[in-house]
C-alpha cells in the first residue's frame, strides 16, 4: 500500500515537472519567435528580398518515395512482409509506428541511423529499463559537448559487438548493450526519425534528464522501503563490478560488410558501426542519388600538384554524349542533385540519355590531399588559377580516359567511325565560380594547343566580371585588399574547422525552418549581406553536404583573387605582384582572359539572373559581349532567377533551356593557335 502511494506522488510529480519545463521552454521559444517577428516587420525592403523562400522553396526536400519496410530493397515480397511481422511481435510494440507517426510531418528522409536502429530493435529483445541506465545515459548527455571540444570518447554507448560463444564475460557485455541500445531506439528514435534541431534537442535531453532524475528517486524510495532489498542489490554490484570493467575493455563495435556501387572491387568491405546520437544528416550526394534508384559511380582524381578530388558519376557506359556538371563557390556536387528526380540537372541529363559527371573543386575540410601530413595552410594556398588550371584538366582528362577506354570495349569499330576524334560529345555545364574557371581551362589549354574535349558551354551566372555590384561587396573587396598582407598568412582559409561547429550550423539550420519568424530574419540579413539577392539561403544551408563529418570552404587566395578581378575591370588570373607576374606569365601584369575569349572554338550560352544580386545581368553580359566581339558563338538569355535558384530551387524552364543547348552539341573547329605565347603552370617560367 505504502509502495503503491509513494509510486502515485512520484509519478504525478513527474508529469508536473515535465508539463513545467515544456511549457517554459515552449515559452522561451515562441518568446524569441515573436521578437525576430517584430524585428522582420522593421526592416526595410523585406518584402522583395524575402521573395522566394515561400512555401515549399523554404522546405527544400531530397527525400525519394518512401516504401513500405517490406519493400526497402526494391521487391515487393510477402514473405519478407511475413518475416517482418514475425521479428517486430517480439519487440516492444509501442515503437513499431515511429515512421508512420512522423512521416506527415517529416520534410527530409529518415537519417542513417533510423536504419540501423530497425536493425538493432530485431536483434535484440527489450528488457526493463534500470536506474543505472538512465544515469549513463543522462550522463552521455551532458558530456556531449565536451565528446566534441575536448574529443573525449563515448564510454558509456560504443555499438554493441558480437560476441564470442562461450565467453560470459562479452555475453554480460552484450546484454548490457542490447540494453543500451534499445534505450536510444525507444527515447531517439521513437522520438523523431529526422533530422533534429538544437530546440528538438534541448526537448529530448530534458525529457531524459527528468525521467533519469525521477527513476533514481523511484528505486531510492523502493530501497527504503524494502532495505533487504537495498542491501542485496548492492552486493551483487559490488561482487559484478570487475567483471563488467573486464566486459567493456575486450569489447570490440560491430562491423557489417559493405560494398559501394562503382568501385573497382565490388568485394564487401568493414565498416564500423556507430549509433549517431546527435541525428544530424550526413548524406553525401552518393546517397541522394542511390536512394532515388539512379547508378552512381565514385572517381578518385588526383592533380598534377597533389590534390585529390572527388569526380561522382550516374553512368550510362554506352552513352556517346555525356555532361559535365560544375558547381560554384562554398559548393559541392550536391548542389546538382539537391532537388531531387524532378527538379534536378543531374537527373534530367541522365534521363535524357547523358553520362553524367559531377566535378568537386579542392576546398573540403577534410582536406583530401596525397601527403596526409599536409598542413592548413600548405592546402588552403591556391586561387582560382588553380581551380582552372589543375582541378578542371585533371577531371576533364579522366573523363576522356573513362569514356574512350569504355566506348572502345563496348563498340570496337568505333575508332573507324571517328577518324581519329573522341568518340563521345561532352557538354559543360557551371555555375558562378565554376563557370570562371571552366572559361580559364578553355583559354589557357588552347593558348598552350592542348585539347579541351569540350563541344559546348553552358554557364549559368557566371563569375569573371564583377566592378558592377553591391556596397557590401566593394566593402569586401577594399577590405580583403587592404588587410590581405595581414590576414592572409592568419586565415589561409575560410571555413568551419571543428565538427562540434558544423554540426551545431546543421541543428540551426533546421531550427531555422521549424520557426518561420526566426528563419525569415536570417534570410533577411543574409540577403542583406549580399546586396538583396532574395535566393533561399537558409534552405541552402540546411542541405546535407553542410554537415559535421565535412564542409565545403573557400581559400583566402580566391576570396582576394575576386577582390582584383573587382578592382582591375577585368577577368585575370592571380595577381602575384610584379615580380610574381613575370615569373609565372613572363609579364609584369596578369594574364587577361577576356583579351583571349577569340581563342574559345565552341559555342557558349551565357545565362543570367535579372534578381541576382550577386553577379548581377550586365556582369554576365560584359562575357557576351566580349565574346561576341572577338567572334564567339555565343548566345544570351535572362530568367526571373536569383543567384541559388540555377541550382537549388525547382526551375522546370531552366532546365528545359539547358537540355536544349546540350543537344546541340557541335564538334570543335580545326583553329590555330597564336604563335609565341605558352601559359606555364603555376611554379614554372613563363617565356613570351
Same mark, same amino acid.
Request: proline share 6%; hydrophobic share 40%; aromatic share 12%.
Given at each position: 500500500m505504502m509502495q503503491r502511494l509513494v509510486d502515485n506522488a512520484i509519478a504525478v510529480t513527474k508529469e508536473s515537472v515535465k508539463t513545467f519545463t515544456y511549457e517554459s521552454l515552449n515559452n522561451i521559444v515562441r518568446f524569441i519567435n515573436g521578437v525576430s517577428a517584430l524585428l522582420l516587420a522593421l526592416l526595410p525592403g523585406k518584402a522583395n528580398i524575402l521573395e522566394g523562400i515561400h512555401g515549399w522553396e523554404l522546405r527544400p526536400t531530397f527525400r525519394g518515395p518512401r516504401f513500405p519496410r517490406w519493400m526497402e530493397n526494391g521487391v515487393s515480397s510477402f514473405n519478407q512482409l511475413i518475416h517482418e511481422l514475425s521479428v517486430d511481435s517480439d519487440t516492444d510494440g509501442s515503437s513499431l509506428d515511429y515512421e508512420e507517426e512522423y512521416s506527415d510531418d517529416d520534410m527530409s528522409p529518415s537519417s542513417p541511423c533510423s536504419q540501423s536502429s530497425r536493425l538493432s530493435r530485431s536483434s535484440s529483445t527489450p528488457r526493463k529499463k534500470t536506474g543505472w541506465m538512465w544515469i549513463s545515459y543522462v550522463f552521455y548527455w551532458i558530456l556531449l559537448p565536451a565528446r566534441f571540444l575536448l574529443g573525449l570518447p563515448a564510454i558509456l554507448y560504443r555499438s554493441g559487438g558480437t560476441t564470442a560463444p562461450g565467453s560470459n564475460q562479452l555475453k554480460h557485455r552484450s546484454s548490457s548493450l542490447n540494453k543500451v541500445q534499445f534505450l536510444k531506439d525507444h527515447i531517439v528514435q521513437r522520438t523523431t526519425d529526422r533530422r533534429r534541431g538544437v530546440i528538438e534537442d534541448l526537448h529530448l535531453a530534458i525529457e531524459i534528464f527528468i525521467e533519469a532524475v525521477f527513476d533514481v528517486v523511484h528505486k531510492a524510495a523502493h530501497f527504503v522501503l524494502h532495505p533487504f532489498v537495498a542491501l542485496r542489490t548492492l552486493f551483487g554490484l559490488f561482487s559484478s563490478n570487475s567483471n563488467r570493467e573486464d566486459a567493456y575493455d575486450d569489447a570490440s563495435e560491430a562491423t557489417v560488410p559493405t560494398a559501394t556501387l562503382g568501385d573497382d572491387d565490388a568485394a564487401p568491405t568493414e565498416r564500423n558501426t556507430s549509433f549517431q546520437a546527435l541525428n544530424t544528416d550526413a548524406r553525401t550526394c552518393q546517397d541522394v542519388i542511390t536512394e532515388l534508384g539512379y547508378p552512381y559511380e565514385a572517381i578518385h582524381v588526383v592533380t598534377s600538384d597533389g590534390y585529390v578530388l572527388l569526380l561522382e558519376r550516374i553512368p550510362r557506359r554506352d552513352s556517346r554524349k555525356a555532361v559535365?556538371?560544375?558547381?560554384?563557390?562554398?559548393?559541392?556536387?550536391?548542389?546538382?542533385?539537391?532537388?531531387?528526380?524532378? *527538379?534536378?540537372?543531374?537527373?534530367?541529363?541522365?534521363?535524357?540519355?547523358?553520362?553524367?559527371?559531377?566535378?568537386?573543386?579542392?576546398?573540403?575540410?577534410?582536406?583530401?590531399?596525397?601527403?596526409?601530413?599536409?598542413?592548413?595552410?600548405?592546402?588552403?594556398?591556391?586561387?582560382?588559377?588553380?581551380?582552372?588550371?589543375?582541378?578542371?584538366?585533371?577531371?576533364?582528362?579522366?573523363?576522356?580516359?573513362?569514356? &574512350?577506354?569504355?566506348?572502345?570495349?563496348?563498340?570496337?569499330?568505333?575508332?573507324?567511325?571517328?577518324?581519329?576524334?573522341?568518340?563521345y560529345k561532352l557538354c559543360a555545364v557551371c555555375h558562378s565560380l565554376g563557370g570562371a574557371a571552366i572559361l580559364m581551362y578553355v583559354v589557357t589549354q588552347r593558348?598552350?594547343?592542348?585539347?579541351?574535349?569540350?563541344?559546348?558551354?553552358?554557364?549559368?551566372?557566371?563569375?569573371?566580371?564583377?566592378?558592377?555590384?553591391?556596397?557590401?561587396?566593394?566593402?569586401?573587396?577594399?577590405?580583403?585588399?587592404?588587410?590581405?598582407?595581414?590576414?592572409?598568412?592568419?586565415?589561409?582559409?575560410?571555413?568551419?574547422? &571543428?565538427?562540434?561547429?558544423?554540426?551545431?550550423?546543421?541543428?540551426?539550420?533546421?531550427?531555422?525552418?521549424?520557426?518561420?519568424?526566426?528563419? *525569415?530574419?536570417?534570410? &533577411?540579413?543574409?540577403?542583406?549581406?549580399?546586396?538583396?539577392?532574395?535566393?533561399?539561403?537558409?534552405?541552402?544551408? *540546411?542541405?546535407?553536404?553542410?554537415?559535421?563529418?565535412?564542409?565545403?570552404?573557400?581559400?583566402?587566395?580566391?576570396?582576394?583573387?575576386?577582390?582584383?578581378?573587382?578592382?582591375?575591370?577585368?577577368?585575370?588570373?592571380?595577381?602575384?605582384?610584379?615580380?610574381?607576374?613575370?615569373?609565372?606569365? *613572363?609579364?609584369?601584369?596578369?594574364?587577361d582572359l577576356g583579351e583571349y575569349y577569340g581563342l574559345i572554338d565552341i559555342p557558349v550560352d551565357l545565362v543570367a539572373g535579372r534578381k541576382d544580386k550577386v553577379i548581377r545581368p550586365s556582369m554576365v553580359k560584359k562575357h557576351y559581349k566580349v565574346m561576341k566581339n572577338l567572334g564567339v558563338n555565343v548566345s544570351y538569355n535572362e530568367f526571373e532567377y536569383a543567384h541559388l535558384d540555377f541550382t537549388f530551387s525547382h526551375r522546370e524552364e531552366l532546365l528545359a533551356y539547358v537540355m536544349s543547348r546540350c543537344l546541340l552539341v557541335e564538334p570543335p573547329s580545326k583553329q590555330s593557335s597564336p604563335k609565341g605565347l605558352k601559359l606555364k603552370k603555376k611554379g614554372q617560367q613563363v617565356n613570351s
Open positions: 559535365y556538371l560544375q558547381h560554384g563557390i562554398l559548393d559541392s556536387s550536391m548542389g546538382w542533385v539537391s532537388n531531387g528526380v524532378v *527538379g534536378s540537372p543531374a537527373f534530367a541529363a541522365y534521363d535524357q540519355g547523358y553520362d553524367v559527371f559531377l566535378g568537386n573543386f579542392r576546398g573540403l575540410v577534410s582536406r583530401e590531399h596525397i601527403d596526409k601530413s599536409i598542413s592548413s595552410r600548405q592546402y588552403w594556398h591556391y586561387s582560382i588559377n588553380e581551380h582552372g588550371t589543375q582541378d578542371i584538366p585533371a577531371m576533364i582528362e579522366k573523363i576522356h580516359q573513362v569514356k &574512350t577506354a569504355e566506348l572502345k570495349l563496348s563498340q570496337p569499330d568505333i575508332e573507324e567511325e571517328t577518324n581519329g576524334d573522341q568518340p593558348i598552350e594547343e592542348k585539347p579541351h574535349r569540350l563541344s559546348r558551354l553552358v554557364l549559368l551566372s557566371p563569375a569573371g566580371f564583377h566592378e558592377d555590384s553591391s556596397f557590401m561587396f566593394s566593402v569586401v573587396q577594399y577590405s580583403f585588399l587592404l588587410l590581405a598582407p595581414l590576414l592572409q598568412p592568419l586565415v589561409p582559409g575560410i571555413y568551419i574547422p &571543428t565538427r562540434f561547429f558544423r554540426m551545431l550550423l546543421n541543428k540551426l539550420a533546421r531550427d531555422f525552418h521549424n520557426y518561420p519568424a526566426v528563419g *525569415g530574419l536570417v534570410q &533577411t540579413l543574409m540577403s542583406y549581406f549580399v546586396g538583396g539577392d532574395s535566393s533561399n539561403w537558409v534552405g541552402v544551408l *540546411g542541405i546535407p553536404h553542410y554537415n559535421m563529418n565535412d564542409m565545403p570552404g573557400v581559400s583566402f587566395q580566391v576570396a582576394l583573387h575576386l577582390a582584383q578581378m573587382k578592382r582591375a575591370k577585368r577577368f585575370r588570373m592571380f595577381d602575384y605582384g610584379k615580380s610574381g607576374n613575370i615569373k609565372f606569365y *613572363g609579364s609584369p601584369e596578369p594574364l
